[in-house]
């Protein structure tokens, strides 16, 4: 089994719509990151939480919330999708006690229409 | 000037060769430096991470972080076909900080 998951894989929704993308990982990391990708703009950190109580805004935060519900689970929410948030959206996770060194799931492919 | 720079290529390279691959930073106390992977339509995936200066070998490929020149590469040596993909360079600026991502250099070998 992946040790970091993404659901859902991949979602289409309409303008106006609430969604969330929900991240678990079984890594026993304490740190958790979103990003998106666009195209030729590498990874943009939307948001990071470095344990249960902390959570911290990135580089793209506005147009988006997060829940770190446990260790294990990270999720991001969209309160009102608009098209330009269609991209593609990683979870992350590292180990403080460890080399800094990011983990990725899968992806997750929204489009907003 | 963004904080990780990379060039987004593509960068063509015949089956065999070595493909070079070079990142800048801006911030001079970054630590901890990494080269990430990515084939088109999956995630990034860890290939090298590099602390100190000079070279660091594994496999076919070698980084080489230069910091008073502020900047990392990545070589490929005996490219194949399946090493083309997107490659990020990601800069930490201090030990438990968040990455910096570049925006990836494409990489194409040509058999």
């Known amino acids: 089994d992946a040790d970091v998951t993404q659901t859902p894989r991949n979602r289409i929704t309409k303008t106006g719509k609430r969604i969330m993308l929900e991240c678990s990982q079984t890594?026993?990391?304490?740190?958790m990151y979103w990003y998106r990708q666009d195209p030729g703009l590498g990874l943009r950190l939307i948001y990071y939480?470095?344990?249960?109580?902390?959570?911290n805004k990135g580089e793209i935060s506005d147009g988006y919330s997060v829940s770190r519900q446990a260790q294990a689970k990270f999720s991001l929410s969209l309160e009102s999708a608009i098209p330009n948030q269609t991209a593609l959206y990683f979870c992350?996770?590292?180990?403080?006690?460890?080399?800094?060194?990011?983990?990725f799931g899968p992806g997750t492919r929204l489009t907003v229409l | 000037q963004k904080e990780v720079e990379q060039n987004s290529g593509p960068l063509s390279v015949p089956e065999g060769a070595i493909a070079s691959l070079n990142c800048t930073y801006s911030?001079?106390?970054?630590?901890?430096f990494f080269w990430y992977r990515q084939y088109s339509g999956k995630s990034p995936e860890l290939i090298m991470s590099?602390?100190?200066?000079g070279d660091k070998e594994d496999g076919r490929f070698t980084a080489q972080l230069n910091k008073a020149s502020q900047y990392v590469s990545l070589l490929i040596r005996d490219s194949q076909p399946s090493d083309s993909a997107t490659y990020l360079c990601?800069?930490?600026?201090?030990?438990?900080?968040?990455?910096?991502f570049g925006g990836g250099t494409r990489v194409l070998v040509k058999p």
């Open positions: 992350a996770t590292s180990d403080s006690r460890g080399a800094d060194t990011q983990y």
């Open positions: 890594k026993g990391h304490d740190r």
């Open positions: 939480s470095f344990d249960v109580k902390d959570i």
């Open positions: 911030d001079r106390v970054s630590q901890s």
């Open positions: 590099i602390y100190s200066n």
């Open positions: 990601a800069v930490n600026k201090a030990a438990g900080n968040k990455l910096t």
